[in-house]
């Protein structure tokens, strides 16, 4: 009685796998719409089975019901008919049996499939369950909830519907309220609303149900309580799929006891979790660590726990948030929740202390994408310790530590907001404080706060000296030495840095040797110090000693700065480029800031005037982007003026604005394509002929990429922690953008040309 909508994918897929297996097994979360596109599947290919396709809804059956004799009775076949008489009857047959909602009878599902695939040659079975059946021979086909935007910035009202599960929605609202569409008025909430619902088709269909009372943004305002809203009152559907709590009650109860006790445990869990951190926080009492890997297993293989798409290191395992707040709620019910999130907020704390102890080394990359990864996680983590009486030192300890990576935080606002919560709450004069303190001051200077800085490095010293910690006095030391840098006051900088090197050779701690090495390196350079080189040199031999490839960024950086001063405006510029490139992987803005501000002062050397306007522009745009400014940065800040003044003096006012606004309105990734170009003359181009880049956004930009490396959708979603389904809409939106009708077309125009001189 209502439209079929989206699958396209789906749909191709399960036609494939019929064609080539006899068992096809669609699984999925309850919900997730395995039953609908099954029937779709089976009405588009009824020709093929000259014998019929026949349904048999297992859903009223309970555990025990003789399963031959119930589908003997929907073929027709008179009398008590058994196994033996079906097995007869489908013998010589072409007909496809399509056995809908297994998941209660699985065992018993896959001994009937088994033997029937056995005797009759022409048979081909279509299964619906949310778990597989293990089946020799089976074929799965996993259905993804339908794409979402994954962003709020869709250009269009069109480019929104394109969205299935936005259309679903739009095509269910119109039967609740005639002439319903999206305008601008609703497009942004029913964007998030559909991102919040997650795609499941059954949730979609509830929400606008609620459209009968409720505007869109209404429900979505609503949505935390999720179980209570979505609720429908069909008369014809099955009491599971009335309400989306009842469809997750019918999956709990299939689920083992150890299997509804780690659904419990992982909902402790922010976006995904690997093995290891399930072994660390979930097992104990109710599953023993030897069972871990057998429950996840079984908690696949019901849907319940999913293979995460985000890239990391290893396997990860997901769950939809709507599982997870079922689970959550089952969690406090059995009173162990405070328990559970205490094991979390340790495991956050073992990682972070791991991260810090670690990152100046080899594994620099895959310590920052695993903080990436685990970014949720540790919020998650920090929310609970700032919020439970006791524990506010574990945020104090996950906080400070993520100093070495400050690139695992959104911004610097958020790693602030972090310690200054957890200061606050945790006044005990300890040497996590004392670290705290620090941290949060380099957080501060790095945003351009030196004056909110200074009573932290007051307090840090003070209570560092109570305690006789010298490795917090070093910190306390060196973050002073950098407030100087930022003001600078190149001179006091190097006595600081100084004498904070000198404490970190007697700790033995290379890391922060390194940082300040680094930091005195500077001061070298912007004073003119005859030393500049040789620090230049010895921060450059420590990266290359360690492989410490994100660090080496910030000493060829600051190596190109001191080739700039001594007039090498070439190598100096190669130089920062190289560094730039570096960082792009890292996604350390704050780095490719500092290296896009001091490109534009060589342009501008270079009597490259427009460019270096445009560059200072997209410096600021970057540096917007990480919420600081160069304000309160007067190493840079300085120099700065002087070269926007002579770049004004050089093109005039109004040219000036011009390219300044142009590099402004860049994103990050237009910024460092802006960096990294070549020539001014790159810029002269009309946009059209910079190639096909001019007509794709950013994010398609990315996509083009992937596709000229030739990854798949699945591989693309996995990339860039997107959906399947929006990879694949993505793709369609550049073919149909670029008049294209196949992939190996965007591979073949998508040249490196395309990709260095793509706009912003």
């Given at each position: 009685?209502?439209?079929?909508?989206?699958?396209?994918?789906?749909?191709?897929?399960?036609?494939?796998?019929?064609?080539?297996?006899?068992?096809?097994?669609?699984?999925?979360p309850?919900?997730?719409?395995?039953?609908?596109?099954?029937?779709?599947v089976?009405?588009?290919?009824?020709?093929?089975?000259?014998?019929?396709?026949?349904?048999?809804?297992?859903?009223?059956?309970?555990?025990?019901?003789?399963?031959?004799?119930?589908?003997?009775?929907?073929?027709g076949?008179?009398?008590?008919?058994?196994?033996?008489?079906?097995?007869?009857?489908?013998?010589?047959?072409?007909?496809?049996?399509?056995?809908?909602?297994?998941?209660?009878?699985?065992?018993?599902?896959?001994?009937?499939?088994?033997?029937?695939?056995?005797?009759?040659?022409?048979l081909?079975?279509?299964?619906?369950s949310?778990?597989?059946?293990?089946?020799?021979?089976?074929?799965?086909?996993?259905?993804?909830?339908?794409?979402?935007?994954?962003?709020?910035?869709?250009?269009?009202?069109?480019?929104?519907?394109?969205?299935?599960?936005v259309?679903?929605?739009?095509?269910?609202?119109?039967?609740?309220?005639?002439?319903?569409?999206?305008?601008?008025?609703?497009?942004?909430?029913?964007?998030?609303?559909?991102?919040?619902?997650?795609?499941?088709?059954?949730?979609?269909?509830?929400?606008?149900?609620?459209?009968?009372?409720?505007?869109?943004?209404?429900?979505?305002?609503?949505?935390?309580?999720?179980?209570?809203?979505?609720?429908?009152?069909?008369?014809?559907?099955?009491?599971?799929?009335?309400?989306?709590?009842?469809?997750?009650?019918?999956?709990?109860?299939?689920?083992?006891?150890?299997?509804?006790?780690?659904?419990?445990?992982?909902?402790?869990?922010?976006?995904?979790?690997?093995?290891?951190?399930?072994?660390?926080?979930?097992?104990?009492?109710?599953v023993?660590?030897?069972?871990?890997?057998?429950?996840?297993?079984?908690?696949?293989?019901?849907?319940?726990?999913?293979?995460?798409?985000?890239?990391?290191?290893?396997?990860?395992?997901?769950?939809?948030?709507?599982?997870?707040?079922?689970?959550?709620?089952?969690?406090?019910?059995?009173?162990?929740?405070?328990a559970?999130?205490?094991?979390?907020?340790?495991?956050?704390?073992?990682?972070?202390?791991?991260?810090?102890?670690?990152?100046?080394?080899?594994?620099?990359?895959?310590?920052?994408?695993?903080?990436?990864?685990?970014?949720?996680?540790?919020?998650?983590?920090?929310?609970?310790?700032?919020?439970?009486?006791?524990?506010?030192?574990?945020?104090?300890?996950?906080?400070?530590?993520?100093?070495?990576?400050?690139?695992?935080w959104?911004?610097?606002?958020?790693?602030?907001?972090?310690?200054?919560?957890?200061?606050?709450?945790?006044?005990?004069?300890?040497?996590?404080?004392?670290?705290?303190?620090?941290?949060?001051a380099?957080?501060?200077?790095?945003?351009?706060?030196?004056?909110?800085?200074?009573?932290?490095?007051?307090?840090?010293?003070?209570?560092?000296?109570?305690l006789?910690?010298?490795?917090?006095?070093?910190?306390?030391?060196?973050?002073?030495?950098?407030?100087?840098?930022?003001?600078?006051?190149?001179?006091?900088?190097?006595?600081?840095?100084?004498?904070?090197?000198?404490?970190?050779?007697?700790?033995g701690?290379?890391?922060r040797?390194?940082?300040?090495?680094?930091?005195?390196?500077?001061?070298?350079?912007?004073?003119?110090?005859?030393?500049?080189?040789?620090?230049?040199?010895?921060?450059?031999?420590?990266?290359?000693?360690?492989?410490?490839?994100?660090?080496?960024?910030?000493?060829?950086?600051?190596?190109?700065?001191?080739?700039?001063?001594?007039?090498?405006?070439?190598?100096?510029?190669?130089?920062?480029?190289?560094?730039?490139r570096?960082?792009?992987?890292?996604?350390d803005?704050?780095?490719?800031?500092?290296?896009?501000?001091?490109?534009?002062?060589?342009?501008a050397?270079?009597?490259?005037h427009?460019?270096?306007?445009?560059?200072?522009?997209?410096?600021?745009?970057?540096?917007?982007?990480?919420?600081?400014?160069?304000?309160?940065?007067?190493?840079?800040?300085?120099?700065?003026?002087?070269?926007?003044?002579?770049?004004?003096?050089?093109?005039?006012?109004?040219?000036?604005?011009?390219?300044?606004?142009?590099?402004?309105?860049?994103?990050?990734?237009?910024?460092?394509?802006?960096?990294?170009?070549?020539?001014?003359?790159?810029?002269?181009?009309?946009?059209?002929?910079?190639?096909?880049?001019?007509?794709?956004?950013?994010?398609?930009?990315?996509?083009?990429?992937?596709?000229?490396?030739?990854?798949?959708?699945?591989?693309?979603?996995?990339?860039?922690?997107?959906?399947?389904?929006?990879?694949?809409?993505?793709?369609?939106?550049?073919?149909?953008?670029?008049?294209?009708?196949?992939?190996?077309?965007?591979a073949?125009?998508w040249?490196?040309?395309?990709r260095?001189?793509?706009?912003?």
């Amino acid at each position: 009685m209502t439209s079929f909508v989206g699958r396209r994918r789906e749909l191709a897929e399960a036609k494939r796998l019929l064609s080539t297996g006899r068992m096809v097994t669609f699984t999925g979360p309850g919900g997730v719409g395995k039953t609908r596109l099954a029937e779709r599947v089976a009405a588009e290919t009824y020709r093929e089975f000259p014998d019929g396709v026949w349904l048999i809804d297992l859903a009223p059956m309970v555990a025990g019901e003789p399963l031959p004799r119930v589908v003997a009775g929907v073929l027709g076949l008179q009398g008590e008919a058994g196994l033996s008489a079906l097995a007869d009857y489908l013998a010589d047959r072409r007909l496809l049996l399509l056995l809908d909602n297994c998941e209660h009878l699985a065992v018993d599902c896959a001994t009937l499939a088994g033997k029937l695939l056995g005797v009759a040659p022409g048979l081909r079975i279509l299964a619906t369950s949310r778990q597989v059946l293990h089946i020799e021979g089976e074929r799965v086909l996993e259905v993804p909830p339908l794409s979402v935007p994954d962003t709020d910035d869709i250009a269009s009202v069109d480019e929104l519907a394109r969205f299935e599960s936005v259309s679903l929605f739009v095509e269910r609202a119109s039967a609740v309220v005639p002439g319903f569409t999206i305008n601008a008025d609703n497009a942004l909430a029913l964007t998030r609303l559909c991102r919040r619902l997650e795609g499941i088709p059954l949730a979609v269909e509830l929400a606008a149900v609620r459209l009968r009372a409720l505007s869109v943004q209404q429900i979505l305002d609503r949505l935390d309580d999720r179980f209570r809203i979505l609720v429908g009152h069909s008369p014809v559907a099955l009491p599971r799929q009335q309400t989306l709590r009842a469809l997750i009650d019918w999956s709990h109860d299939l689920c083992s006891p150890e299997e509804r006790a780690l659904w419990r445990g992982l909902s402790v869990f922010s976006g995904g979790c690997s093995l290891e951190a399930i072994e660390y926080v979930c097992s104990g009492d109710e599953v023993a660590p030897d069972e871990v890997i057998d429950v996840v297993t079984g908690l696949v293989d019901k849907s319940i726990l999913l293979r995460s798409t985000v890239k990391c290191d290893g396997l990860r395992y997901d769950m939809l948030e709507t599982l997870r707040e079922y689970g959550r709620e089952r969690l406090v019910e059995s009173g162990r929740e405070t328990a559970l999130l205490r094991r979390h907020c340790a495991w956050c704390r073992d990682i972070a202390a791991r991260a810090e102890a670690e990152w100046f080394g080899p594994g620099q990359m895959e310590l920052a994408a695993m903080l990436r990864c685990e970014q949720s996680n540790v919020v998650a983590a920090l929310e609970f310790c700032l919020t439970q009486i006791g524990v506010s030192h574990c945020a104090l300890e996950i906080a400070a530590s993520m100093w070495s990576h400050r690139l695992s935080w959104a911004s610097l606002r958020d790693g602030h907001h972090w310690l200054d919560r957890a200061l606050a709450l945790d006044r005990d004069p300890t040497a996590e404080r004392a670290k705290a303190l620090w941290v949060d001051a380099w957080l501060m200077l790095l945003r351009g706060e030196p004056k909110g800085a200074e009573p932290l490095l007051n307090e840090c010293r003070e209570l560092a000296e109570r305690l006789g910690d010298v490795e917090q006095l070093a910190g306390a030391v060196q973050i002073r030495g950098f407030a100087a840098l930022l003001a600078g006051d190149f001179t006091e900088a190097a006595a600081l840095l100084e004498k904070a090197l000198s404490y970190h050779r007697t700790i033995g701690s290379r890391g922060r040797y390194w940082t300040t090495l680094f930091q005195l390196a500077m001061a070298a350079v912007l004073d003119g110090d005859p030393r500049a080189a040789e620090l230049c040199a010895e921060c450059r031999a420590m990266c290359e000693r360690e492989n410490a490839r994100w660090s080496m960024s910030f000493a060829i950086w600051v190596t190109g700065l001191e080739r700039w001063s001594k007039g090498d405006t070439r190598a100096g510029t190669d130089m920062i480029r190289d560094a730039i490139r570096i960082k792009v992987p890292f996604g350390d803005h704050l780095g490719m800031a500092q290296c896009i501000e001091v490109l534009a002062w060589l342009a501008a050397d270079a009597e490259e005037h427009r460019r270096a306007a445009e560059l200072l522009g997209a410096a600021q745009a970057v540096w917007r982007s990480i919420g600081t400014s160069l304000s309160g940065l007067g190493h840079l800040a300085d120099p700065h003026r002087r070269y926007e003044d002579r770049l004004r003096a050089a093109i005039g006012d109004r040219e000036f604005a011009a390219a300044y606004d142009r590099g402004v309105q860049l994103d990050v990734d237009g910024a460092v394509a802006l960096a990294v170009a070549e020539r001014e003359a790159d810029l002269e181009a009309p946009q059209a002929e910079r190639g096909i880049a001019a007509v794709l956004t950013r994010r398609e930009r990315e996509i083009a990429d992937l596709v000229a490396e030739g990854l798949s959708n699945k591989e693309i979603a996995a990339a860039l922690v997107i959906s399947q389904r929006t990879a694949e809409g993505h793709v369609e939106h550049i073919l149909r953008k670029l008049g294209f009708t196949s992939r190996a077309q965007i591979a073949a125009a998508w040249t490196p040309s395309s990709r260095e001189d793509q706009p912003g």
